[in-house]
């Protein structure tokens, strides 16, 4: 009854948060210089008609209201720019498809491989495989999307010749979603490692071990367990991330996702893009944070939600 309470309370405060960024999003959308069809080439006279068409004439307020009660009704409206005429909450659909597919291969990957790591290194502490995997996670975390795309791009692709350099083509999806989970991987890995380290010199855990607790069952039960609680914090912000796709990962391997649209929209000052971009990456942040926050309770029981 406790965690129903705790859960009707959370969707309370995420839809008034909602509510708050899409009111502090479309008014500083509208302090941004220019208009859509800036860029058009068209003549003073075809740009006034344009605006009038869309609206973007009328007073701020005006414009905000229209889009909140059209928002109510499940309509974002339609794109100005980047795929004129068409509706912004099927363009999210179509691209949140494809960048959901690379998402979940890279945080599946980063999961099990980050986790993986982080275990080996913390369970072998100053060892020579703790130091080749601090040395990588080191690298992985400090390296740029953009310079670990290119880099693999040139070995795999040109180098090697091993894997096609566009998206559209039989294993190329193998490169974005590396580039994807490097960051990821090599973060949880370090997270892993330092929580193990803690967890490890628990009381607790030595007092399992005195009742004649394999190590198997006190570090893989019980310590893990405990340890993955930083790691599920940490999964919130990077499921919502990775899901909505890299900038970096889908312009470098020229993939078709949601990630594109996060920053050309912005550039190409598409109004209703932007706020349907930014309503959908916030609502999936404020879900992902919904979801761990009950995974805590999951993981360890001792933990109330209040």
């Not at 720019?81 to 960048?99: A, E």
Request: charged fraction near 15%.
């Amino acid at each position: 009854m406790q965690t129903l309470h705790y859960i009707i309370k959370r969707i309370i405060l995420a839809a008034v948060s909602l509510f708050i960024i899409i009111t502090l999003t479309f008014f500083l959308m509208n302090l941004m210089p220019g208009d859509p069809f800036m860029s058009e080439k068209a003549s003073e006279e075809n740009r006034a008609i344009l605006i009038a068409k869309y609206g973007l004439d009328q007073p701020v307020y005006i414009q905000y209201g229209r889009y909140l009660k059209s928002l109510l009704h499940g309509d974002m409206g339609t794109s100005y720019v980047l795929q004129k005429g068409r509706q912004v909450t099927t363009i999210i659909s179509d691209s949140f498809k494809v960048s959901m597919r690379l998402g979940l291969k890279a945080l599946a990957a980063a999961l099990i491989i980050g986790v993986t790591f982080g275990c080996v290194a913390g369970l072998h502490k100053d060892s020579l495989l703790d130091n080749v995997i601090r040395v990588i996670t080191s690298v992985g975390i400090s390296m740029p999307g953009y310079v670990i795309a290119s880099l693999i791009m040139i070995v795999f692709a040109v180098c090697l010749d091993w894997l096609p350099v566009t998206y559209n083509k039989p294993g190329g999806s193998i490169m974005p979603v590396i580039t994807l989970a490097m960051y990821p991987t090599s973060y949880m890995a370090r997270l892993t490692r330092a929580s193990i380290l803690e967890v490890m010199n628990q009381d607790y855990l030595l007092t399992e071990r005195a009742k004649g607790m394999s190590e198997f069952v006190v570090v893989f039960v019980h310590a893990l367990k405990n340890s993955l609680i930083p790691v599920i914090t940490y999964l919130a912000p990077l499921t919502a991330t990775i899901l909505t796709g890299g900038f970096v990962a889908e312009s470098v391997f020229n993939v078709p996702g949601l990630g594109r649209y996060m920053v050309s929209s912005i550039s190409m000052r598409d109004y209703t893009m932007i706020m349907g971009v930014t309503i959908f990456y916030s609502a999936l942040i404020i879900l992902m944070n919904l979801v761990c926050d009950i995974l805590y309770k999951v993981v360890d029981t001792r933990i109330t939600l209040e």
